[in-house]
């Protein structure tokens, strides 16, 4: 079993379509999670942390279920520009290396 | 977040030769991290790279196959030697930022014929 696992899509959305994508991770111990997004030919950027409390940045919405190892993201009102490969992330040593990259779901927003 | 810089951002090589590429950072920073994204993949974790020591290599890479150098807090390289074309792919280095999350460089685009 992968230790963050996504559904690698693509999801094909109209525009002002909302999206969820789901990421579980194998790893209790893990302390810390994330969104990347990551834009075709480019490096990953971090889009969002995910706190126990969920968060909410504009339309993207993160939520965290650390009872069933979970993390969420939704994208409402989606945009063209959304379309992307959205990482999931997981830190599980706040003190050290121990990032993991679930494999990336893409996201194709359509006119 | 720190601004990183890679040189060369791609290159194509041919088998057997090695290519070192290069991660400049604009501040001081203890750790640095080289990653490998092949296509279609998501990111692994090859090395970490602590100036004034030897970098910790993760599971299924060597020192022989990607040696590190770290001379100072601002700046790493990489090399991918005797390369073959699995050696294909996107090489990323990153730093860690404000949040216990990393920021990653531009990436290295390497295509081994």
């Known amino acids: 079993r992968k230790e963050v696992e996504q559904d690698p899509g693509p999801f094909n959305v109209p525009e002002g379509a909302t999206v969820a994508f789901n990421c579980t991770y194998s790893?209790?111990?893990?302390?810390?999670f994330f969104w990347y997004r990551q834009d075709c030919r480019k490096e990953p950027k971090l889009l969002m942390s995910?706190?126990?409390s969920g968060n909410e940045d504009g339309r993207f919405t993160a939520q965290l279920n650390r009872a069933s190892q979970y993390i969420s993201l939704l994208i409402r009102d989606s945009k063209l520009s959304d379309s992307a490969t959205y990482l999931c992330?997981?830190?599980?040593?706040?003190?050290?290396?121990?990032?993991?990259f679930g494999g990336g779901t893409r996201l194709m927003v359509k006119p | 977040s720190a601004v990183i810089s890679q040189k060369p951002s791609r290159d194509i090589c041919q088998r057997g030769t090695s290519l070192t590429i290069q991660c400049q950072v604009d501040?001081?920073?203890?750790?640095m991290f080289w990653y490998r994204q092949q296509p279609g993949q998501s990111l692994t974790l090859i090395a970490t790279?602590?100036?004034?020591?030897?970098?910790?290599?993760e599971s299924g890479f060597v020192i022989d196959k990607f040696p590190i150098s770290r001379p100072n807090l601002t700046f790493s390289t990489l090399t991918v030697s005797n390369m073959s074309p699995e050696d294909s792919s996107i090489y990323l280095c990153?730093?860690?930022?404000?949040?216990?999350?990393?920021?990653f460089g531009p990436g290295t685009r390497l295509l081994v014929l």
């Open positions: 790893n209790s111990a893990s302390q810390s």
């Open positions: 990153s730093v860690w930022g404000s949040g216990e999350t990393q920021y």
């Open positions: 992330v997981v830190n599980a040593d706040n003190a050290g290396n121990m990032l993991t």
């Open positions: 790279a602590n100036q004034g020591s030897e970098a910790t290599y």
């Open positions: 995910v706190y126990s």
């Open positions: 501040s001081q920073v203890t750790m």
